[in-house]
């Protein structure tokens, strides 16, 4: 099965990344693509910008990954409860060119962050809003006070219940392998 993966940050020293990265190591069976926000950038979304300049290319070539992977496994960031803007910038580009973004594709979405909220609010919002655009949620879960419960060095979760509970949603994303 091919899984595109990344964080919604665009910080370099991103935790939902670190995590993206360690869940990707519990599915090594599995090709998996990890790729980064930041080949993404593009400007601040505008009408105006758009009906000036068109969508950018960025924008598609989102999308283009998303069309080549079975499978989704995104790690959400919370800022002040909500997507960051550089995740919304490129979710609201590529919503432009499709607004199915996940295209019909099996998503596992996670988040964390050092408090012990998890960024659970904006996981909340990523989850409900997915069937908007396409995307089947098959499970979700978010990692508290990251920095307790991840080892930097050994890049791996230092907590047996939460990998055992990472291990089962990432189940849930490949359960339906055909390959
Ligand atoms: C502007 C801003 C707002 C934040 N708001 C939240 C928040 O609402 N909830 C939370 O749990 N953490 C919040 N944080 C802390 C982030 O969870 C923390 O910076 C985390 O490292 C972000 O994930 P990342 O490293 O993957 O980018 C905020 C950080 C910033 C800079």
């Known amino acids: 099965m091919k899984i595109l993966a990344f964080a919604a940050s665009n910080s370099r020293k991103s935790i939902n990344k670190d995590l993206i990265k360690y869940a990707a190591t519990l599915l090594d069976q599995h090709d998996v693509e990890i790729i980064d926000i930041n080949d993404y950038d593009m400007p601040i979304y505008s009408s105006d910008l758009e009906e000036a ?3 950018p290319d960025a924008a598609s070539s989102f999308l283009k990954k998303i069309e080549y992977a079975d499978a989704l496994l995104i790690s959400y960031a919370e800022h002040n409860g909500n997507y960051t803007v550089a995740y919304k910038n490129l979710f609201d580009w590529a919503s432009r060119a499709d607004r199915e973004v996940y295209q019909g594709k099996s998503i596992v979405m996670l988040s964390t962050s050092p408090g012990s ?46 990998v055992s509970e990472l291990r089962a949603v990432l189940t849930s994303l490949t359960s339906t392998d055909s390959h």
């Not at 996981?123 to 978010?142: D, I, N, P, Y």
């Not at 006070?145 to 907590?159: C, P, R, T, V």
Request: aromatic letters at 8%; a negative charge; glycine letters at 10%.
């Open 53 to 55: 300049h068109g969508i």
């Open 117 to 162: 909220g998890g960024a659970k609010s904006v996981l909340s919002l990523a989850t409900e809003s997915a069937h908007f655009f396409s995307g089947e949620v098959k499970a979700s879960l978010s990692i508290p006070n990251f920095h307790d419960n991840f080892d930097k060095e050994k890049g791996e979760l230092n907590n047996t219940d939460l």
